[in-house]
């Protein structure tokens, strides 16, 4: 069955860094885009950013382009969403989620249970 | 930007009642319309893909409809796991975006 585990959250104070990761199973990984999604505290969902199946085309947000970068490694079915400059309003659970194709502009068909990343000096 | 408005924001209805949910673009985005189901302390899980083809394993009393700019989520004969918050996405253009999410209870 298809299993998306996220992992590297915990508290960390603005502007500093922090790594997520996103560990898949289950299904052949190289063959679908990932997108990382996230949720703030009570609030509703908001797309990150998504990479293609190659990792060739890479997509973000407005609000975190040029601090967030998003990666992956088909050898090891993993995902990455490297954040720098990390502000109080990126406080939120992180998901990532599997597409239903190789390219960027599907819907989000699989689901992990998500990391949560509390941005508070 | 793709904004998605969806009315009501909450709805509170009796087992085996209907649940109709509105999701309203600022655009036309044709059929790249797709509603998530998410439950407290929950990952959302995909109910409808493509404003009306169903999904598989979901319960056939949800059903989507609508094309361009309308778009409408039906739940028919409600059922207490139905309890949850509702959101429509749209994957017609960068950047994707979600509705704010309509609240429904069951009493």
């Known amino acids: 069955q298809v299993q998306l585990v996220e992992s590297g959250g915990g508290v960390v104070q603005p502007g500093r860094s922090l790594r997520l990761s996103c560990a898949a199973s289950?299904?052949?990984?190289?063959?679908?885009?990932i997108h990382w999604v996230r949720q703030a505290p009570g609030k509703g969902l908001e797309w990150v950013a998504v990479?293609?199946?190659?990792?060739?085309?890479?997509y973000y947000v407005d609000s975190v382009k040029g601090r967030f970068t998003i990666s992956r490694d088909n050898s090891k079915n993993m995902v990455y969403l490297q954040m720098n400059s990390l502000r109080p309003d990126d406080t939120a659970v992180y998901y990532c989620?599997?597409?239903?194709?190789?390219?960027?502009?599907?819907?989000?068909?699989?689901w992990g249970l998500g990391t949560l990343v509390p941005v508070s000096s | 930007e793709v904004v998605l408005t969806q009315s009501p924001n909450f709805q509170s209805v009796t087992p085996k009642g209907r649940v109709t949910i509105s999701c309203r673009a600022s655009?036309?985005?044709?059929?790249?319309l797709h509603w998530y189901q998410q439950k407290p302390e929950q990952s959302p899980k995909v109910l409808i893909k493509y404003a009306s083809q169903s999904v598989s394993g979901v319960p056939s009393r949800f059903s989507g409809s609508g094309s361009g700019t309308d778009f409408t989520l039906t739940i028919d004969s409600l059922e207490a796991e139905d309890a949850a918050t509702y959101y429509c996405?749209?994957?017609?253009?960068?950047?994707?975006?979600f509705g704010p999410g309509t609240k429904v209870d069951v009493k």
């Open positions: 989620a599997r597409d239903s194709a190789g390219g960027v502009a599907a819907y989000f068909e699989f």
């Open positions: 996405h749209q994957s017609s253009s960068l950047p994707f975006t």
């Open positions: 655009q036309s985005i044709g059929t790249s």
């Open positions: 990479i293609s199946d190659d990792g060739r085309n890479k």
């Open positions: 289950g299904f052949t990984f190289r063959n679908f885009a």
